[in-house]
């Protein structure tokens, strides 16, 4: 098993940033894809963002491209989502997923966190 607790979710204003942290216990960290996705109200969730076991390698939802930045401290078993310029589209429940495959659909990660809300308003 894999806990994974997110963190840093809040209410900002278009424009601002605020920066993600999903801290992870119990199997070893170092053997786990990491991924973001985020869910509006009566919308899918969907995919944001991953990241190779190494941070190596990185792919992001076009809708988040060139703002938002995923990385892993592996020392630290935390998984971070940097998300810059946000506008009130990227108001969500923030989840942190960890898999074993380099995907982008939720049915191929094993463990979730809770979710943190990410409210952007105009």
């Known amino acids: 098993q894999v806990q994974l607790v997110e963190s840093g979710g809040g209410l900002v204003q278009a424009g601002d940033s605020l920066r993600l942290s999903c801290a992870a216990s119990?199997?070893?960290?170092?053997?786990?894809?990491m991924g973001w996705f985020r869910q509006a109200p009566g919308k899918e969730r969907e995919f944001v963002a991953r990241i190779s076991v190494s941070g190596g390698s990185t792919n992001y939802a076009d809708s988040v491209r060139g703002r938002f930045t995923i990385s892993r401290d592996n020392a630290k078993n935390t998984v971070y989502l940097q998300m810059n310029s946000q506008s009130p589209e990227d108001t969500a429940v923030y989840y942190c997923?960890?898999?074993?495959?380099?995907?982008?659909?939720?049915?191929?990660?094993?463990?979730w966190g809770q979710g943190t809300q990410v409210t952007v308003s105009s």
């Open positions: 119990g199997r070893t960290f170092t053997n786990y894809i």
């Open positions: 997923a960890a898999g074993l495959r380099l995907a982008a659909t939720p049915r191929d990660y094993n463990y």
